[in-house]
C-alpha cells in the first residue's frame, strides 16, 4: 500500500511559478514510479507528468516546456514544478503512482493503482 499526500498548491498570479510536492509513503519510491495529473472544474482528468524509478521523465503535450516533474528517493518526494502559469492551469492537482505504469500516457490509458487527494492551484490573471 502507498500513501500520497500533495502540498504546495495556492494562488499565483498569471505568468508566476509554483512547484507542488508529493510525499510517498508505505513502499520505497525507488520500486514504482509516480505522476501528476490534474481536473479542472467541469473537465476531464488530465495526465500531465510521469516519471520513472531511474528518473525518466515523460510530458503531456500540453505542459511540455513549462512543467518539469522530478523527485527525490531518498525523500520519498515528488515534485512538479509550474511555469509561466495561466488561468486555464487552475485545477485540483493529483499524484499517482503505479508500480508498472511509467509514461503518463501509459498511466492514462491504463490508470494507476495509487491516488492522492489533491491540492488547489488557482492562477489568476
Known amino acids: 500500500q502507498v500513501q500520497l499526500a500533495e502540498s504546495g498548491g495556492g494562488s499565483v498570479q498569471s505568468g508566476g511559478s509554483l512547484r507542488i510536492s508529493c510525499a510517498a509513503s508505505?513502499?520505497?519510491?525507488?520500486?514504482?514510479?509516480m505522476g501528476w495529473f490534474r481536473q479542472a472544474p467541469g473537465k476531464e482528468r488530465e495526465g500531465l507528468a510521469a516519471?520513472?524509478?531511474?528518473?525518466?521523465?515523460t510530458y503531456a503535450e500540453s505542459v511540455k516546456g513549462r512543467f518539469t516533474i522530478s523527485q527525490d528517493n531518498a525523500k520519498n518526494t515528488l515534485y512538479l514544478q509550474m511555469n509561466n502559469l495561466k488561468p486555464e492551469d487552475t485545477a485540483m492537482y493529483y499524484c499517482?503512482?503505479?508500480?508498472?505504469?511509467?509514461?503518463?500516457?501509459?498511466?492514462?490509458?491504463?490508470?494507476?493503482?495509487?491516488w492522492g487527494k489533491g491540492t488547489l492551484v488557482t492562477i489568476s490573471s
Open positions: 499517482a503512482a503505479d508500480f508498472r505504469q511509467c509514461t503518463i500516457t501509459n498511466m492514462e490509458n491504463n490508470g494507476v493503482d495509487y
Open positions: 508505505g513502499y520505497a519510491k525507488s520500486f514504482y514510479c
Open positions: 516519471i520513472d524509478g531511474d528518473g525518466t521523465p
